[in-house]
Every structure is written in C-alpha cells, then in structure tokens.
C-alpha cells in the first residue's frame, strides 16, 4: 500500500537509491536526462517556479524591497 502525501494527496516520495556499480558513461549518461528534463520542465513552467521559489524562500526585504517590510533602516 502507498502512502499518500497529507500536502498534495500525492504518493509520498520514495527514497532514490543511486547505483554504486553505474559506470561514469552511465553516470553522465543519467546527469545529461535529468540535465534535458530539468530544462523542459523550467521551459514550460519558469513563472510559476519562480513564483515559487520566492514564495519559499526569500525575506520580504530581500525579494520585494518595496514592501513595507523592505525599507532599510537608515
């Protein structure tokens, strides 16, 4: 049975367990997929990632500096 994440009602994400055995043709091999779907998927999606990611993680002062909470004190 799989369980689902409480968050998105998604599976839970599983452990990745890499191969020790993966030659470094396989490796680069692996990096250069990940490398293309990494680029698709911010071709397709790259406002609303952006989006996210400040919404995750910069300070109002750093990534809206003109917000209320952005005027620097001096």
């Not at 452990?15 to 490398?35: F, G, K, R, S």
């Not at 993680?57 to 952005?70: E, I, T």
Request: with cysteine.
């Amino acid at each position: 049975m799989t369980q689902q994440s409480s968050k998105t009602g998604l599976p839970a994400p599983q452990p990745l367990n890499i191969p020790a055995y993966w030659t470094a043709e396989q490796a680069q091999a692996v990096v250069e997929l990940l490398d293309g779907l990494r680029q698709r998927i911010a071709g397709y999606y790259q406002l609303q990632l952006i989006d996210l990611y400040r919404e995750q993680h910069c300070a109002d002062a750093v990534c809206h500096p003109g917000s209320p909470d952005g005027d620097l004190p001096f």
